[in-house]
């Protein structure tokens, strides 16, 4: 009595698998392939990109000040890797003002004084001279050439709307609007103040450290990997689909 062996499943063809490939239902899963490749592409180059721009960020944070007029472009934009850079500005301050509320300092409540700096080249940007306590009037400031020194942030972001009935984050929009003058985006941080602008018995501003990382920061690994992360979802993608095509070509 002899018992049959279980037949060996043969290799398939090239053309085994063609076949099977151009099938409707392949088909339509090439395309659904092809369309999260292309998703798992753009999401890692996005990744990739902001690791770029947080090592640019570094890098510009680290080098030595500059003017801000090098820095703008014709549109009054910048880019992002000069966030946290250390500028130079050359100009006067104006007698346009805000006191953003709800700012603290060491635990005590107070606000944010704004001032706007017009740069020689008649261009204006918004600079925080620095935090006094609520109840505190703010120090007039004289309007002649000075030259500051501060380091360079983006806009606040806020929830949209947050402007509308006061000024509470520092927004050059919202600045704009207020004192009717075109503004460089993004603000400057003062940090050295000149006490020759200043009444000698007025409360001097408290200079504000920085909101943004100025130097010393870490590999952004975070962003690294997830750019990597998503790379490699496309290639396990392209790797599901060759190895179920071929095995759907050996039935």
Not at 3 to 12: D, F, L, M, N, Q
């Amino acid at each position: 009595r002899m018992s049959s062996a279980p037949e060996a499943k043969v290799r398939p063809s090239a053309q085994d698998i063609w076949r099977t490939a151009i099938t409707p239902r392949w088909l339509i899963a090439l395309i659904a392939l092809i369309a999260f490749i292309a998703v798992c592409i753009v999401l890692g180059r996005w990744q990739w990109d902001r690791t770029q721009d947080i090592l640019a960020a570094e890098r510009s944070a680290a080098s030595e000040s500059i003017s801000l007029a090098e820095l703008i472009n014709d549109d009054g934009t910048w880019g992002n890797a000069e966030i946290g850079r250390t500028v130079i500005l050359d100009g006067t301050f104006a007698g346009d003002e805000v006191l953003l509320p709800n700012r603290e300092y060491e635990g005590e409540a107070g606000t944010w004084t704004i001032t706007r700096f017009e740069l020689d080249n008649q261009r204006s940007i918004a600079v925080v001279r620095g935090w006094l306590p609520n109840e505190t009037t703010s120090p007039p400031i004289r309007q002649e050439p000075t030259r500051i020194e501060g380091v360079l942030h983006p806009n606040e972001a806020f929830y949209e709307g947050a402007n509308e009935d006061q000024i509470i984050t520092v927004d050059s929009a919202a600045l704009a609007d207020a004192w009717s003058v075109d503004l460089i985006d993004g603000y400057v941080m003062l940090q050295a103040q000149d006490p020759i602008l200043l009444a000698a018995d007025a409360a001097t501003p408290v200079i504000v450290p920085p909101t943004v990382q100025v130097g010393n920061v870490p590999f952004p690994l975070q962003n690294f990997f997830y750019a990597i992360q998503w790379w490699i979802f496309a290639a396990f993608a392209i790797f599901v689909y060759g190895r179920w095509l071929y095995l759907d070509a050996r039935k």
